[in-house]
């Protein structure tokens, strides 16, 4: 198993910035693939951004394209989101997934790990 810690989320203004992260541990060597999903109240998990661990691919959602960047520390086991621009409809929480497998990254689905989720505000 691996387990997942985000951090990073809060409250910001319209057009600020925020950096989250989610550090992973546990069987770390197993990771193919990270990525970042969303949820906003009532709505369902949708896809930001992912990376693969081994030669850092990126993907993104048309929505964050542009103002989200996906990087990695694979010496650390962490991932990062940093988000620039923000609007109020990026309001959600925010989850940090880990895929084991080939599987498509950009679908809950590709993923067996998530973390607990880290809330991000943006104000208008």
């Known amino acids: 198993q691996v387990q997942l810690v985000e951090s990073g989320g809060g409250l910001v203004q319209a057009g600020g910035s925020l950096r989250l992260s989610c550090a992973a541990s546990?069987?770390?060597?197993?990771?193919?693939?990270m990525g970042w999903f969303r949820q906003a109240p009532g709505k369902e998990r949708d896809f930001v951004a992912a990376?693969?661990?081994?030669?850092?691919?990126?993907w993104y959602a048309d929505s964050v394209k542009g103002r989200f960047t996906i990087s990695r520390d694979n010496a650390q086991n962490t991932v990062y989101l940093q988000m620039n621009s923000l609007k109020p409809e990026d309001t959600a929480v925010y989850y940090c997934?880990?895929?084991?497998?080939?599987?498509?990254?950009?679908?809950?689905?590709?993923?067996?790990?998530w973390g607990q989720g880290t809330q991000v505000t943006v104000s208008s």
């Open positions: 997934g880990a895929s084991p497998s080939w599987a498509p990254v950009t679908v809950v689905s590709g993923y067996d790990n």
């Open positions: 546990g069987r770390t060597s197993s990771i193919r693939a």
């Open positions: 990376t693969w661990w081994s030669n850092g691919n990126t």
